[in-house]
C-alpha cells in the first residue's frame, strides 16, 4: 500500500466556451493539509465537485486508495470517505443541531445516540456544539462546525474544505486550524481551499496551483512566500495596492444612533450605530457575518428607511429618503450579494448598468431608458475596471464572480460617489481582481469622496482601512486608527468587547 | 441517459422555437385525443385550423377570428405586464365583466339619450369598472399582504353573481317582457360599437387591442417601469436595490391589467355581445392567462398568440357543428396548448445532453 490516498489523472471537465479542468494530474498523500490554490475561474471548484461526485469528468481518472474511484454522486462519494465542507452552508435554520446534521447522513442514527455522539465528537475536536440549539441562532462559526461535525461523524478519509476560514474570527480561525492539524495526525487528509495565503503557509504541506484550468505547478507552502504563490496564480506578479496617505476633509457621512429592528427572522438588529465618516477617508467595518452588516448596508443604500436624523448625507437627514433620492444626493452602495441583489441575473450589463445608474448618469429621460446611453455607460466601467466578457449584452451570470465583483463596484465607483459604501467587495473574488477593487476603493477616497468598507476580511481592511470599528451583534465599536491594531486588539474588538476594555487588554 | 444542463444564456432561439413546438406538441396530442373519442384526427384539425381561414365559409369565420382575438389580446397584454413583474392577477375574467357592467350602467343610465358624450363616457366607465375590480385585490395585497391570486380569483365568482343580479333585476330591459338581460346596447347608436370596416369584425375594441400591443411595447422595451416590472419579476431584491416600489408596481400592474381587462368587457357588451345578459362572460378572461403565457409575455408574441387562440375558438365551434365535436373536447385542446409550452419551455434555460450512466 502507498502513501498516496487520492491520486487524480488527466481530469478533464469542458463548460460549453470554457474548459473548467484541462488535464489536471496530482495526488494527495495520507495525513497530509494538500493547499488547492488558484484563481477564480481557474477551475477550482469544478475539480472539487468532480472529487466529491457533484460533476463528472469528461475525461480523467482517479483512484482512491489504488482502487479506481468515479463517485456518481456525493453519497458514493462520502461512503469511499470522502466528505467536504463548503463555502455556503447548506443548513435549515429553523432546525436544530442534530436534526440538520441527521439530514446530511445517508443513514442517519437514532436522534438520542446522534446527539451524544454529536457531543463526543465535537469536545473530541475542540469544537463544542450543543445538538439541541436551533441553528439559526448559530454563529458563521458555529454553523461551520455544524457542517464539520457531520462530515466527521461519517469518519472520513478525505476532508474537503473550500474558504472555511472566510466567516470566521481569527481566534476562530486558530481553533479550526489546531482542529485540522489533530485530524491531519490521525490520519485524515485534508484538500484545503484558500485564498488567504498567509493561512495556507501556517496550514499546509503541500500546494497544487492551478491557472485556467491547467496544474501550473506545486509548492511546500511552508517554505514559499506569498508573493511567490499568489503569482504562480496570477501568472504574474501582483500590484500591491498603494495606499496613498489620507487627507480627511469635513464630515461626510454621518450616522447617529442608528437603530433599525431585524428585517426578518434570522436577521440582526442595528443598535445604536454612531460613526463620522470624513471626506478622503476609508473606514473599515469588520466583524463576523451575521452581526448585522446587511442590515447596515441596507440602511445605507435605503432600501431599509430609518429614522431621518439617523443618517446625515453632509448634514442634512436623509434617514428615510428613497434608495434613488439617496443616488442623487452622492450616497451609492454596493451590496455583498452579487448575483440576485447588486445584479440581475439573466439581465445583460448593459441593463444591469441601468439598474443603478439611471439617475447618476442621465440615462433616461421623461421616463424612457436611452439604451444606447446604458450600454455606453456599461463598456466603459468594462473598459475601466477590466472586465473579462464577450460583450455588454451578456447576462451577469455569465461572468466569473470576480469579474461580476468588478463590474459592480466599477458601476458605483464610475458614478462618482460622494460617499460609497460597499458589503464584502472582494468576497471569493480572485487575487489580481482583488487588488484591483481595493486600489480603485483607495482611489477613490484619494480623490475626495468617503468610502465604508465592510468586510470579514480582515487582512483586507487593515491594507486598505484608515479608521477600523468592528460590528458586533448590531453593535458598532468606537473606530480607532487601523495603523497599529494587533490581530488581537482586532479579535476583541471583534469578540464584542467594547473598545475601552481592548485598550487595556 | 440523457440529462439537463443550464444554458448560461437563455437561448433566443429556443424561447423563439417552444411556442411553435408547443402548438405541434398539442396538435399531435389533441390528434390522439381525438381519435380516442372517435373522431377523425386529420378531419378534426383541419375543421379547427384550416376551415376557418381558407373553407368556404371562411367570409363568416374571419370576422369572427378577430372579434374573439381582441379582448383575448386585450386583456392578455395588460395580464403579462403584471406576470412579468411577479404579480398573478387571476381575475381578469371578473374585471371583465365589471368593465361591461358599469360601462352598460354609466350609459344606461341617460337612455335614450343621443349625446355624443356617452360613447367616451362609457369607455371611461368601462376602465374604471375594471381599475377598481383589479385594485381591490391589489390594496389588500399591499396593505395586508394577502395573496392576489385567491382573492383576484374569488372576486370572478362576486363579479359574476352581480352580474346576474344586473341583468335579472337593476339592468333589466324595462320593455323586455320580464326576459333577464338589459336593453340592447348595439341597437342603440350612443352607445354602440359597430364595425368599423363592414364585414371585417374589425370592431373599435380591435383597434385598441393593436394599441395596447404597442403601448405595452414601448412600455417593456423602452420605458423605466418597463424595466422595473422586469427586473421586480426576475430578481426582487436587485429590483428594491434598483429603487423600485414594490407597493407601486402591485398597484400599477393590477390596475393596468384591470383597465385593458375592463375596456375588453366594454367593447363586448355594446359589440358582440350586444347586452348585459346572464351568461354574457364567456372565459375571456381566463383564456388570456393562456394567451399571455403563449405569447411569451410579450406583446407582439401576445398579438399572435391571441390570434391563434381565436382560431382554436372559431375551429372549435366548426368542430361542433361540422363534426360534433363535444365542447370539453376543444377546452382539453386549448388546454393542452398551455400545458405543452410550460413543458417544452424548460428548453430555453436548460440545454438537454447525452450521458453514460456512470456506475456507482
Known sequence: MTETLLAINGLTKAYPGVVANDDVSFEINRGEVHALLGENGAGKSTLVKAIYGLVKPDAGTMALNGVPYAPAEPSAARSAGVTMVFQHFSLFDALNVAENIALGMDHPPKMTD??????????????????????????????????????????PKLLIMDEPTSVLTPQEVDILFATLRKLRDEGTSILYISHKLEEIRALCETATILRLGKVVGGCDPRETSAGDMAEMMVGSALKVPSKPEATTGDVRLSLTGLSAPAPHAFGTALRGITVDVMAGEVLGIGGVAGNGQDELLLAMSGEMPVNPQMIRLSGKPIGDWAVNTRRAAGLLAAPEERLGHAAAPVMSLTENAALTGTTRKGLASHGMINWARARAFAEDIIRSFDVRTPSAANAAQSLSGGNLQKFVIGREILQEPDVLVVNQPTWGVDASAAAAIRQALLDLASGGAAVIVISQDLDELMEISDRFAALNQGELSEPRPAKGLTVEDIGLMLGGASASEGQSA | MITLEKRPEPSRGWSLATPLLAVILTVLAGGLVFAALGYDPVATIRAIFYEPIFGQNSFYYLPQLLVKAGPLILIANGLAIGFRAGIWNIGAEGQYIMGAIFAAAAGLAFYPSESFLIWPLMITAGAVGGLLWALIPAILRVKFGTNEILVSLMLVYVAENILSSAAVSWLRNPEGMGFPGSRNLSQWDAASNPEIIAGTGMHWGVAAACIAVILAYVLMARHILGFQIRLAGQSPRAAAFSGVNPARLVLICMGVAGLLAGLAGMFEVTGPARKISIDFNVGYGFTAIIVAFLGRLHPIGILLAGLLMGLTYIGGEV??????????????FQGMLLFFLLAVDVLTHYRPKRTQRAAS
Do not use: F, H, K
Not at chain 1, 130 to 142: K, M, N, Q, T
Open chain 1, 114 to 155: 446522534l446527539a451524544a455522539r454529536i457531543r463526543d465528537v465535537s469536545q473530541g475536536y475542540g469544537l463544542p456544539l450543543d445538538p439541541d440549539r436551533i441553528v439559526g441562532d448559530l454563529s458563521a462559526g458555529e454553523r461551520q462546525r455544524v457542517e464539520i461535525i457531520r462530515c466527521l461523524l461519517q469518519d
Open chain 2, 319 to 332: 368542430a361542433q357543428q361540422s363534426l360534433g365535436l363535444p365542447l370539453a373536447a376543444i377546452q382539453l
